[in-house]
């Protein structure tokens, strides 16, 4: 599986500066190219390198494997951009977004990430420091810092390019580990996860995570957004965009604790976990005006995946199941309607009276369809008869 590995480093003043002059100059050589490779319909690597090889070497003051970089990285954006215009990500060929992505060429920010090969970019991990081109030549001992769990990942399963990143004012190394596969157990149960706006997760256990304290600090976050963006001020923008930042680390933060823990305590048990599959929920789902930022901005999506990452890395079974009518279904008796859920927070089966927290319920009937499906994938197959 493939794993990303980001380390943050520590630059001096003269390093950053040769860093940044780096990024700039590989980022307009990146858009430059890109220009040409739109005017001249040259979308495979071979020929816009050809085109373009000498040109970005003479014009930006860069060497031969950055070229081949840059040029990788326009390739790439290109084949990016179709298929999601293949996929209708960017709506019908009609809308704006559709025509002012094939209407002009890509145009590469100054600080976008650039990618550095092995030629580009050596791994000194006793030393904890790496060895970089610049256009100011090579950089040499350039520090960095990690956890030794990520260190220890980075010199055994490292492999390919190596990305160079700059956010808010800090830089930052982005490398690809390809780590084997652990064998996946056979479970002798399953977790089913119930995953919601209100609480985040509640599994079949009983364990709940609410996100009381994320939706308090998301509501606190949108009434300060709303306050600088009143201001229509520079320094306010400024500040909008760390903000959003900040937020989104704060989300994925606790998205990667819950994750851990439901992982850990099925590794733990010998059991698999299950989610509902909830691909398309926002296109499904018909929501008030005043709900649908707060669905716009459910981590959902995330949580699930940091789910299925973490259990393949720990070889714990993942199965997605059909999430219909899972807070409406008794596990008990089976009986499913509306009305078994009164209240958001409360269940209670109209037929047999079980009740329960809803989201519990809801993990439960997470669980036995789990149980079910994963029944039917491991049934032997009949070998017909001569």
Sequence with gaps: MK?????KLLPTPGQASALEATLRACNRAAT???AVAFVKDLKDRNGLQKEVYAELKATFGLSAQPVVRAVKKVVDAYATLKANLRAGNLGPSTSKRYCKAVGSPIVFRPEAAQPFDDRCLSWQYDAHTVSIWTVDGRMKGIRFACSPDQLKTLATYRKGESDLVQRGGKWFLVATCDIPNPEVYDPVDWIGV?????NLATTSDGTNHQGRRLGRYRRWQARKRAELQA????SATRRLARRAQKEKRHATHVNHAISKEIVSVAQRTGRGIAVEQLGGI???VRLRRDQRATLSSWPFHQLGEHLRYKARKAGVPFI???PAYTSHRCPRCGHTERANRSARDHFRCRRCGLAGPADHVAGVNVRNRARSAWAFVTMPVPVLGG
């Design 194 to 198: 119930d995953r919601g706006i209100v």
């Design 282 to 284: 926002r296109e499904r």
């Design 3 to 7: 794993l990303v590995v980001r380390v």
């Design 320 to 322: 997605e199941v059909d």
């Design 231 to 234: 201001r229509q001020t520079r």
């Design 32 to 34: 430059y190219a890109s």
